[in-house]
């Protein structure tokens, strides 16, 4: 490289121009000298894949973040264990239905019964996926790129929405290969199965809304987590205290509505039981004809909210 | 006790985004008790049922932990924290600082609103509302120094802090008896049983296990905070 300088051992800058030169070294020129040097840069000129790829890309990295992928091994310990609870209800199940020939956990129940941990895999990776580029202010990069915000947006949404989806359907999957190979009395409960299926797409959809959503008004990860559990738990305990004082005084109608305070149960009256027509698994029924629109409409309608608050949030954010 | 490391806790506690969710548990707790109140089901049954699955189930753990990760988990996440390490102040005197300004947070945000529930809907009938006052402040407190502790000892504390609360007291704790022995809630109750004489509180674990118990869990969570801050290494983001 040195061969192609012009100037070969002249000092680089730095030299003041008329003073006097430092002992030890040869008599510089008189005016500093700047030197390009080739240091083998290459153009690009691959195919560029644009923006679908970006996003593909994006989203793909996210996922794998969000089960600690690419992360170190303490980042994995949190998703893969909650994921581990989350089979046991199926191997149990399984288990029971080789030694039994019983039904262990319904099918249309599985979310419900697991509500706790699939709340917690949602407050403690949705942060991740989000914190981190509020904080460390890197989403002016993404969008000088050709991703828009609403790429941004959606990929993060559809990563933690493919998560949770993947957290709820393995389980439920495997639980159903396993009646298959078992060959239970009677008829697979395949109705069942494909309903629960369809519930899972709806509770991933609309958790991941919510949850990226709160996720992403603080840039602390630790806030994020606690806001997330902190709203599940009061819908889920103030849902549950309703329910109870309005069956005390025999008002199951309410109590009915009471429930639909829980978004799990919200997804299961809406998706499982209002258009599959499951059996409900909230302790007591949920409102029928008009309940069934109105939970409907409510899963939408806090989607769409939670969507168009992360678009909002992202809007601010990448114009500072 | 240093009183700038107080008020620098207390202005990262309240001044910013964390005091929507301390103000809005309470709040909660105080609707469902006007609630109660207005359909008419404010026995004592229901109070007591209000106050154990709400203010001991889920306000407490909730506060305690955003409270007691909230005093120290930030700086440490930031990487402010050497600036307060580097100071000639002694490292436990800063994990006791940061305890007692956690605890006072929860006991003005758990406590009071647990009273202030319990009145309006019994009174002070059978020592319901002072029962569940002390037990919510003894147990809040318990609950600060130990997830404090969990903010200075893992990254992962706010979630650990959480799967406890969830997992080990709420779902583990229904199904195993066993596991309510190691349950803060649990001992809160127990310190709230015994005061209140209300015959709907029935509680398993011996007074003499769950003082001792929270003695040992707050005592023991402010001494290793701070033999854990004397020789912290602060490593970098995952």
């Given at each position: 490289?040195?061969?192609?300088?012009?100037?070969?051992?002249?000092?680089?800058?730095?030299?003041?121009?008329?003073?006097?030169?430092?002992?030890?070294?040869?008599?510089?020129?008189?005016?500093?000298?700047?030197?390009?040097?080739?240091?083998?840069?290459?153009?690009?000129?691959?195919?560029?894949?644009?923006?679908?790829?970006?996003?593909?890309?994006?989203?793909?990295?996210?996922?794998?973040?969000?089960?600690?992928?690419?992360?170190p091994a303490r980042a994995k310990i949190i998703p893969?264990?909650?994921?581990?609870?989350?089979?046991?209800?199926?191997?149990?199940?399984?288990?029971?239905?080789?030694?039994?020939?019983?039904?262990?956990?319904?099918?249309?129940?599985?979310?419900?019964?697991?509500?706790?941990?699939?709340?917690?895999?949602?407050?403690?990776?949705?942060?991740?996926?989000?914190?981190?580029?509020?904080?460390?202010?890197?989403?002016?990069?993404?969008?000088?790129?050709?991703?828009?915000?609403?790429?941004?947006?959606?990929?993060?949404?559809?990563?933690?929405?493919?998560?949770?989806?993947?957290?709820?359907?393995?389980?439920?999957?495997?639980?159903?290969?396993?009646?298959?190979?078992?060959?239970?009395?009677?008829?697979?409960?395949?109705?069942?199965?494909?309903?629960?299926?369809?519930?899972?797409?709806?509770?991933?959809?609309?958790?991941?809304?919510?949850?990226?959503?709160?996720?992403?008004?603080?840039?602390?990860?630790?806030?994020?987590?606690?806001?997330?559990?902190?709203?599940?738990?009061?819908?889920?305990?103030?849902?549950?205290?309703?329910?109870?004082?309005?069956?005390?005084?025999?008002?199951?109608?309410?109590?009915?509505?009471?429930?639909?305070?829980?978004?799990?149960?919200?997804?299961?009256?809406?998706?499982?039981?209002?258009?599959?027509?499951?059996?409900?698994?909230?302790?007591?029924?949920y409102p029928g004809g008009i309940g069934v629109a109105?939970?409907?409409?409510?899963?939408?309608?806090?989607?769409?909210?939670?969507?168009?608050?992360?678009?909002?949030?992202?809007?601010?954010?990448?114009?500072? | 006790?240093?009183?700038?490391i107080a008020g620098i806790s207390y202005r990262a506690?309240?001044?910013?985004?964390?005091?929507?969710?301390?103000?809005?548990?309470?709040?909660?707790?105080?609707?469902?008790?006007?609630?109660?109140?207005?359909?008419?089901?404010?026995?004592?049954?229901?109070?007591?049922?209000?106050?154990?699955?709400?203010?001991?189930?889920?306000?407490?753990?909730?506060?305690?932990?955003?409270?007691?990760?909230?005093?120290?988990?930030?700086?440490?996440?930031?990487?402010?924290?050497?600036?307060?390490?580097?100071?000639?102040?002694?490292?436990?005197?800063?994990?006791?600082?940061?305890?007692?300004?956690?605890?006072?947070?929860?006991?003005?945000?758990?406590?009071?609103?647990?009273?202030?529930?319990?009145?309006?809907?019994?009174?002070?009938?059978?020592?319901?509302?002072?029962?569940?006052?002390?037990?919510?402040?003894?147990?809040?407190?318990?609950?600060?120094?130990?997830?404090?502790?969990?903010?200075?000892?893992?990254?992962?504390?706010?979630?650990?802090?959480?799967?406890?609360?969830?997992?080990?007291?709420?779902?583990?704790?229904?199904?195993?008896?066993?596991?309510?022995?190691?349950?803060?809630?649990?001992?809160?109750?127990?310190?709230?049983?015994?005061?209140?004489?209300?015959?709907?509180?029935?509680?398993?674990?011996?007074?003499?296990?769950?003082?001792?118990?929270?003695?040992?869990?707050?005592?023991?969570?402010?001494?290793?905070?701070?033999?854990?801050?004397?020789?912290?290494?602060?490593?970098?983001?995952?």
């Amino acid at each position: 490289m040195s061969d192609r300088s012009p100037v070969p051992n002249a000092p680089e800058g730095g030299s003041p121009p008329a003073g006097p030169s430092a002992p030890g070294l040869p008599p510089g020129p008189a005016a500093p000298v700047g030197v390009i040097h080739d240091i083998g840069y290459r153009h690009y000129d691959g195919a560029r894949l644009g923006r679908g790829h970006a996003t593909a890309a994006l989203t793909v990295h996210s996922l794998r973040g969000i089960f600690g992928l690419g992360r170190p091994a303490r980042a994995k310990i949190i998703p893969f264990g909650l994921f581990g609870i989350m089979m046991l209800p199926a191997v149990v199940s399984i288990a029971i239905m080789a030694l039994a020939q019983q039904r262990g956990m319904a099918y249309p129940g599985y979310a419900v019964a697991l509500q706790p941990i699939i709340a917690i895999f949602l407050a403690s990776q949705s942060p991740y996926a989000v914190a981190p580029d509020l904080r460390f202010r890197v989403l002016p990069l993404y969008l000088s790129r050709p991703v828009t915000l609403w790429d941004y947006v959606g990929a993060k949404l559809a990563a933690m929405t493919a998560a949770l989806f993947l957290l709820l359907a393995v389980p439920l999957t495997v639980l159903f290969v396993g009646e298959l190979l078992i060959d239970m009395p009677g008829a697979p409960l395949t109705s069942d199965y494909l309903a629960s299926m369809a519930g899972a797409v709806a509770y991933a959809v609309l958790l991941a809304a919510l949850g990226v959503a709160i996720a992403s008004f603080t840039p602390r990860r630790g806030l994020g987590v606690a806001s997330i559990i902190a709203l599940y738990l009061l819908s889920s305990g103030v849902s549950t205290v309703l329910a109870a004082v309005m069956e005390s005084v025999n008002d199951y109608t309410a109590a009915g509505w009471a429930w639909l305070v829980n978004p799990f149960f919200l997804v299961d009256a809406a998706v499982q039981v209002g258009i599959f027509g499951t059996e409900p698994a909230a302790p007591g029924a949920y409102p029928g004809g008009i309940g069934v629109a109105a939970a409907i409409a409510a899963v939408l309608g806090l989607t769409v909210l939670s969507v168009a608050a992360l678009i909002m949030r992202y809007r601010k954010a990448a114009s500072r | 006790m240093n009183g700038v490391i107080a008020g620098i806790s207390y202005r990262a506690l309240l001044g910013r985004r964390r005091i929507w969710l301390l103000v809005l548990l309470p709040a909660v707790l105080l609707a469902l008790a006007v609630l109660l109140r207005t359909v008419g089901a404010d026995g004592e049954r229901a109070t007591v049922e209000l106050l154990k699955t709400f203010a001991i189930g889920i306000m407490l753990p909730l506060l305690g932990l955003i409270a007691g990760t909230g005093v120290i988990a930030p700086e440490i996440d930031d990487g402010t924290i050497v600036h307060l390490l580097s100071k000639p102040i002694p490292r436990p005197v800063i994990a006791q600082t940061k305890f007692l300004v956690a605890a006072s947070v929860v006991a003005v945000f758990a406590a009071v609103p647990t009273f202030l529930a319990a009145y309006l809907l019994v009174g002070l009938e059978s020592g319901v509302a002072a029962g569940f006052t002390l037990g919510a402040l003894i147990g809040g407190v318990a609950y600060a120094a130990l997830f404090m502790l969990l903010g200075v000892v893992t990254r992962h504390a706010v979630t650990i802090g959480i799967a406890y609360a969830v997992i080990w007291e709420g779902l583990v704790g229904n199904l195993v008896p066993g596991a309510r022995r190691f349950s803060v809630q649990q001992w809160a109750q127990t310190v709230a049983d015994q005061i209140s004489t209300s015959s709907f509180l029935t509680t398993e674990i011996g007074l003499g296990f769950a003082a001792t118990a929270l003695a040992v869990v707050t005592a023991g969570g402010v001494v290793w905070a701070g033999q854990r801050l004397r020789s912290f290494s602060l490593t970098g983001d995952e």
